[in-house]
């Protein structure tokens, strides 16, 4: 249905075109008056017209043709089986099969009559919307070439269509936040009703497999979100301390030891490593370095969990090492030069220079970087999803199993979910928690350095 | 400051000692500096030297050639030549006579069983498609490739067990002892318990030694009970004990024979790429997720790059400084920052349960993917037109093209490559993106190749997120395997980008 009517569409964008800037090349030549707009503005002029009276039609016209041919198809059947998602799905799909001439097996008298009242609502929506469409589209084409004349102001108005479609395609990422708030709090809510949200924000226990309170009603097991927060910053707090000073010492010392070449050489190293899939660096995790430390932890009397926070950390730790240094290094090389002309001036050293002029000029920007990196590492999933655990254990030992947020909403949506069970929706709210946390990391990121920042100029 | 400086003067002796530590304090900070790029460069290498060393094995597999009669009367009675009739013709016991045949020494059902796990369950299945693809074969002698499984294949790989192995030296006689057997030798070299002495098409595995004489037990049965010459027997040592492997002695035994007598040979596994998915590891390709991350990046593409460089567009040439311009920026800025799980919920919540889109197609992927990506490709495409001289707009402004004209005409143009670098970029992000596609129900295991934009289908990153959980080493050699295709698509990805860069980067 939709593809022809897109073809139709096509072709009739196509001929205003045509028409259109014949038209207009036909009144150049046969009046002799010149045009206000070039020829080919009139065809675009007649095109958009077209596209924009097209797309209106299929945008209000296709769900209302799929209502009506699913109102026809289901009219045979009992009310009961409407109303239920699952049940509706099958028998829609029986219906598609037996109209395509693929059921298996004997169809009941229902199940045909729902078929040839499909089949024919479906013709009839068919015709319809393209029906229609064909007619708009040639009524617009006719009109359009009604009014070109010389004096058209067929570009200016040509020009204004395409800013709304430019204005249109920015407000795209508006429209993708709001698509997000709108789903995360919109499910979130719904969990709420279930679950008091002080249970979920103070609560010391992550279950929502099984019911551990008998005197909790209504669900199916406790959600408190207090382990995955632990977990999360344990893992991050681990990744921190590899990345911080591993990214900081690098930007300082591309920013102020590294000479044209080896910036060449040591550049790309940090750009590869930023450019590898977190679902490889989890493999590594979770297949090399967890191993090595469960072993070598062994050996050295600890005991150690086969999926320890302290692999997931380290590695994602060597994840956001790039993210560091790139921000850093961009940070220390806008301090500008006459501050550290000064200290070397007064007999300081290079590293002393560093420590003590360019680092505090840079620090606002080097604390976002930070932040910018924390949140990163707090968003991060495949690394914790294949290297750290599931269960929710309340411990700041980095030797044990923890699980993260991130963790828990991947195993909550992944398989067989139910929207209106506590455990689906809880990864919605565990998912507002997230956005919510970073969104607030980078907002306090962007602050910071508003605010701190010296201006030299 | 100054006043205390002036009032306790450093003697020079004392200022030599100060200027040595700090010049000390600076190298060592250097250093700092040197050791943390050397640590990030190092691990770098681990990274990659680990996953060749786990993945290259993937793109090998071994098979035996074994000389069949192609039999008219299994496969096609009738001489019909009907593909339809071809396909459902006997093709497993053909090869089962014909590798039973190797081995005439094994007889009981139980060993005949073992000796059959040796082939893969599709080895059937490749001679079917041989024949099907030239019936003239029907009735000739054929020379077919079989699969072995995944465990004799990783066996022959030397992944379950190192092997050495030693010529025997002196004549070799053996001894009934009641349930075991006594091994004499006239030689000097005696193997130690735990290997393996092989004569006469049997083999005995060492009990224990007493002076020139082994005890030891039977594991295969010898053709004859004769004594083997020098040269004629030989000790084959298995570094791995058995219980720790998945191939036991006497399938390693049959395996070294095949080796030996060169029918069993490796050759480059093209099925990794041209076949799906599947439960047995040698028989796993990528082409499904290859395909669902292609048709993914497609739809993508098709969305983001022009809504990317539209919105560029008018941020950078058309929007009035304004409140929601300001907000539109701000958000740009903010959706980069969103962990790409969240924009999985989107999809899930949105495209899949309130637009009713289907689950775990191409076409939900790449609409996650896209709106991902955009700030990227936004802020990509708004840097590359910033970087284009204003006199060139001017210029066209000038001669008097209107405003859109000579964003267009002019500037757009002179943007592209510039465009075209952050989009590639944002593509290869795209390409190793998991998470969100997990949350889109992207994450099945599906056999068929995907066709379409609404087929069920994965992606190649989620396709090593699968392997990676499953038991079978072999998988584990799959998935890094699989990693190495992804890595050497991002690395294309991205020297095309810098190739791209240097190629029509203009200084102005």
């Known amino acids: 249905m939709s593809g022809t009517y897109f073809v139709i569409l096509a072709v009739l964008v196509g001929a205003g075109f045509l028409l259109g800037a014949q038209r207009a090349r036909g009144l150049r030549s046969d009046t002799g008056s010149a045009l206000h707009s070039l020829p080919a503005y009139h065809g675009l002029y007649i095109a958009a017209a077209v596209l924009t009276v097209m797309m209106a039609i299929y945008v209000m016209a296709a769900p209302l043709a799929e ?97 709304y479609v430019l204005l249109a395609c920015s407000a795209v990422a508006v429209l993708t936040t709001i698509g997000i708030l709108l789903s995360v709090v919109f499910e979130a809510a719904q969990f709420f009703s279930k679950i008091s949200p002080i249970d979920f924000l103070f609560g010391l226990q992550w279950s929502p497999q099984t ?57 790309p190293i940090l750009e590869i490593l930023a450019g590898i899939p977190t679902v490889v660096l989890g493999f590594f995790a979770a297949l090399t370095v967890a191993p090595l430390i469960r072993s070598s932890g062994q050996s050295l009397g600890f005991d150690v969990a086969s999926e320890s926070a302290l692999a997931a950390g380290l590695v994602m730790g060597m994840m956001i090492i790039p993210f560091v240094s790139s921000l850093s290094d961009d940070v220390i090389n806008a301090v500008p030069q006459s501050l550290r002309d000064g200290s070397y001036a007064m007999g300081a050293t290079k590293s002393e220079t560093i420590k003590k002029v360019v ?7 080097i604390v976002s970087a930070f932040m910018l990196a ?29 699980t993260t947020v991130t963790v828990q909403i991947k195993t909550l949506l992944v398989g067989d979910q139910e929207f209106d069970s506590a455990k689906t929706l809880s990864a919605f709210a565990l ?15 962007l602050k910071i350095v508003q605010r701190y920042r010296e201006q030299y100029d | 400051m100054t006043d205390t400086a002036i009032a306790t003067p450093r003697r020079i002796g004392d200022n030599d000692a100060l200027v040595a530590r700090r010049y000390r304090a600076e190298r060592r900070f250097k ?44 496969i096609d009675p009738q001489n019909s030549k009907d593909p339809k009739i071809i396909r459902t013709g006997d093709f497993d016991s053909p090869i089962r006579r014909a590798f039973r045949d190797l081995f005439p020494e094994v007889t009981t059902r139980g060993d005949r069983k073992k000796l059959m796990g040796l082939l893969s369950s599709g080895a059937a299945d490749d001679f079917r498609a041989m024949v099907m693809r030239d019936p003239a074969l029907i009735g000739q002698d054929a020379k077919v490739p079989v699969l072995l499984s995944d465990d004799a294949d990783q066996y022959l790989k030397g992944r379950q067990t190192g092997v050495e192995k030693f010529p025997g030296q002196g004549t070799m006689t053996v001894t009934p002892e009641g349930e075991q057997f006594k091994l004499t030798s006239d030689g000097v070299a005696l193997p130690s318990p735990g290997d393996i002495i092989r004569m006469n098409g049997g083999a005995f595995r060492v009990l224990s030694l007493s002076n020139a004489a082994l005890l030891a037990e039977q594991v295969m049965a010898p053709k004859t009970p004769a004594p083997a010459a020098s040269g004629a027997w030989d000790i084959v040592r298995f570094t791995v004990p058995e219980n720790n492997r998945r191939i036991d002695d006497q399938e390693a035994l049959w395996l070294e024979h095949l080796k030996e007598q060169g029918i069993a040979e490796s050759n480059i596994a093209w099925r990794f790429f041209t076949s799906g998915d599947s439960r047995e590891p040698e028989l796993a390709g990528i082409r499904g997720a290859l395909m669902g991350s292609i048709l993914t990046l497609l739809v993508t593409l098709f969305l983001c790059l022009p809504i990317g460089v539209a919105a560029a567009i008018y941020l950078e040439e058309f929007a009035p400084k304004n409140r929601f311009t300001q907000i539109i920026e701000l958000n740009i800025n903010n959706l980069a920052a969103v962990p790409s799980i969240v924009f999985g919920l989107l999809g899930l919540a949105m495209f899949l349960n309130f637009f009713g889109l289907p689950r775990s197609a191409p076409l939900v992927g790449g ?24 006199s060139i707009k001017e210029a066209a402004l000038g001669v008097g093209a209107s405003h859109q004209q000579a964003v267009f005409h002019h500037v757009l143009p002179l943007a592209m490559p510039g465009i075209m670098t952050g989009t590639i970029i944002g593509m290869a992000h795209a390409l190793g993106e998991t998470a969100p596609l997990l949350m889109i129900g ?53 020297a095309a980008a810098i190739m791209l860069r240097k190629r029509f980067e203009r200084r102005w």
């Open chain 2, 442 to 494: 992207m994450v099945a295991f599906i056999v068929d190749i995907p066709t379409g934009f609404t087929d069920a289908a994965t992606a190649l990153p989620i396709q090593i997120y699968l392997w990676s959980d499953l038991p079978e080493i072999a998988f584990q050699s799959k998935t890094a395997g699989a990693i190495i295709v992804l890595l050497a698509f991002l690395f294309v990805m991205n």
């Open chain 1, 67 to 163: 209502h009506y041919v699913l109102r026809q198809a289901f009219g045979a059947f009992d009310p009961s089986i409407i109303a239920e998602q699952l049940q509706r799905d099958a028998t829609l799909r029986d219906i598609q099969n037996l109209v395509a001439g693929s059921y298996q097996g004997e169809p009941s008298d229902t199940l045909k009559a729902g078929a040839a009242a499909y089949a024919s609502a479906s013709s009839l929506a068919f015709w319809g919307l393209n029906g229609l469409g064909v007619l708009a589209g040639l009524a617009v084409i006719f009109w359009g070439l009604s009014r070109i004349q010389p004096e058209l102001r067929a570009r200016n108005q040509f020009e204004h269509f395409v800013k």
């Open chain 1, 211 to 267: 019911a551990m309170r008998a005197d909790q009603v209504g669900s199916s097991g406790v959600f408190g979100i207090v382990p995955l927060i632990v977990g999360t910053l344990l893992i991050t707090i681990i990744a921190m301390l590899v990345a911080g000073p591993l990214g900081l010492f690098s930007a300082i010392y591309m920013a102020e030891y590294a000479t044209p070449p080896i910036r060449a050489i040591v550049k």
């Open chain 1, 374 to 402: 924390i949140s990163r590492a707090i968003g991060e999933t495949m690394i914790v999803v294949m290297a750290a655990g599931l269960a929710a254990n309340l411990t700041f030992n980095p030797l044990a199993a923890v």
């Open chain 2, 367 to 390: 609409l996650v993917l896209a709106l991902l990506v955009l700030p990227t490709i936004i802020i990509a495409s708004r840097a590359a037109l910033r970087a284009v001289p204003p």
């Open chain 2, 31 to 74: 250093f700092y500096g040197i050791a943390a790029i050397a640590v990030t460069a190092v691990f770098l290498m681990l990274l990659f030297a680990d996953v060749l060393v786990k993945g290259l094995p993937a793109f090998t597999e071994h098979r035996l050639t074994l000389p069949i009669k192609v039999d008219q009367a299994a």
């Open chain 1, 359 to 365: 680092l505090p000029a840079a620090l606002p920007g």
């Open chain 1, 431 to 445: 998912g507002l928690v997230l956005f919510f946390f970073t969104l607030a990391l980078n907002y306090i990121a």
